[in-house]
């Protein structure tokens, strides 16, 4: 390995002669110091000809909050489901128990996590390789995937929101996952100990799974596995279900949107990956037995014709994952590439591509929301802007509605959730076709918080 050059005494002055040789860097520092690179770098002119008006949209009521928590995709696929329910009840306003789905979702990745390492230990994995490492250190996140939010509700259904409520714990998470961390990496070191004895391997998986359950149990609440259903409807009509439970409770008042055969699309820029083609993550997953988190990898133009055709002629939300920091007005709501102009701010020319952004490490899609509206134009095929349902709440943005330009779309915009129905036949034939397996690291098994 070549010696790395050190940063001379001489070259620090050279560098200080330079910054203090051209007047706008001082402008700059004077006025990033006193109110913030976001204030400073923000584009006016874009800003304010960003309208928030759309051709079409879809009324979803009021924003949820996930509050201090990494639940948006478990927020923004019920928020899909509410808007089926709430037409299917006849209701204005209703909103899922995030709470109960988080619940669920913790208790079947412990089981998940445990296995998972428990067969890479029987395999010869050693206990300091990176893909150990890789599973130790993203355990028990709050993030996932579509995918991964069907297969809790497939297998246990959902509740309304009031007859499970938020927990301290549910609106601020972090607390509760040290614990289950703490407790998981304990479990691991103990299966590695046990290396080749199936019975104290499966000892220790038990233990650990019933700890999880009365961890979460203790910050989350006992879920209901069944309760009694009534509402009073939008025209003020009593109705009365009686007792139901979780699962017939979703399949009532949800199946009929088909929302668990959704298919992920994604777009993942790199040219090895070729379009049309299924790619999945190694060691992704939940729930065991449930459906594997993968892909579908297509150009990003077509993501958006189906997004387009689902806003306008189905009239339903859609969900989505994006890598939402970039070019964020957070207060304002909106996203758009020229939104702050931070090349003119530092003198530096930011030139990396969607492709190089993903190879870099410098994007991956992080967040999850849904698109309830598209401004078309006048070819009725040009998207111009699109709105966003997001889960921060009704005090930022347009009442906690964002608004995003089509060119944000392009370049930050990795996976959107779509009805298998409307792939055309050769896509549809590639989801028959195994995955290209990725490793458990790669980005496009980021998972959005």
Excluded at 178 to 201: N, W
Excluded at 382 to 387: A, E, K, L
Aim: aromatic share 10%; glycine share 8%.
């Amino acid at each position: 390995m070549s010696e790395i050059t050190a940063l001379s005494a001489d070259k620090l002055n050279a560098l200080r002669e330079e910054f203090d040789a051209d007047g706008t860097n001082r402008l700059a520092m004077n006025a990033v110091t006193a109110a913030g690179i976001e204030k400073v770098a923000r584009n006016y002119d874009r800003a304010r000809l960003l309208q928030r008006r759309f051709s079409t949209v879809v009324d979803n009521g009021e924003v949820t909050h996930q509050d201090r928590s990494g639940r948006c995709w478990l927020f923004s696929s019920l928020n899909v489901a509410r808007f089926v329910a709430k037409q299917n009840m006849g209701l204005k306003e209703f909103e899922f128990s995030q709470n109960y789905a988080m619940y669920y979702d913790k208790l079947e990745r412990v089981n998940y996590f445990l296995n998972d390492v428990a067969a890479l230990v029987a395999a010869g994995e050693p206990n300091d390789s990176r893909l150990v490492k890789h599973l130790l250190d993203d355990v028990m996140g709050d993030g996932g995937q579509w995918t991964m939010a069907m297969n809790v509700y497939k297998k246990y259904g959902a509740v309304p929101k009031d007859l499970f409520p938020e927990t301290e714990s549910s609106k601020n998470t972090g607390a509760m996952n040290t614990q289950l961390r703490h407790m998981l990496h304990t479990a691991v070191a103990h299966l590695f100990a046990a290396k080749g004895d199936e019975g104290k391997t499966a000892e220790i998986i038990s233990e650990a799974t019933a700890a999880g359950h009365r961890i979460l149990t203790i910050h989350l609440g006992e879920p209901p596995v069944s309760f009694d259903w009534e509402w009073t409807d939008k025209d003020g009509e009593f109705h009365r279900d009686g007792e139901i439970t979780p699962v017939e409770f979703w399949k009532k008042y949800v199946g009929s949107a088909d929302l668990e055969s959704y298919v992920c699309l994604v777009d993942d820029p790199r040219q090895e990956h070729a379009k049309g083609k299924k790619i999945g993550i190694e060691h992704l997953g939940n729930v065991a037995g449930g459906d594997p988190t993968e892909y579908l990898n297509v150009p990003n133009q077509f993501m958006k014709d189906c997004v387009r055709q689902i806003l306008t002629e189905q009239g339903i939300p859609v969900w989505f994952g994006a890598d939402c920091g970039p070019f964020m007005d957070r207060v304002n709501g909106a996203w758009a590439t020229d939104l702050f102009e931070y090349d003119k701010v530092y003198d530096f020319d930011f030139d990396l591509d969607k492709e190089d952004r993903v190879r870099y490490c410098d994007s991956a899609m992080n967040h999850a929301m849904a698109f309830v509206g598209v401004d078309v134009a006048e070819d009725g095929k040009t998207t111009r802007r699109w709105r966003v349902e997001n889960s921060w709440g009704k005090d930022i943005a347009d009442k906690g509605y964002f608004t995003m330009s089509d060119d944000w779309f392009t370049e930050y915009v990795y996976e959107v959730a779509v009805p298998k129905a409307m792939l055309p036949a050769e896509y549809q034939a590639a989801l028959d076709e195994p995955a290209t397996m990725l490793p458990a690291w790669d980005p496009m098994g980021a998972l959005a918080k």
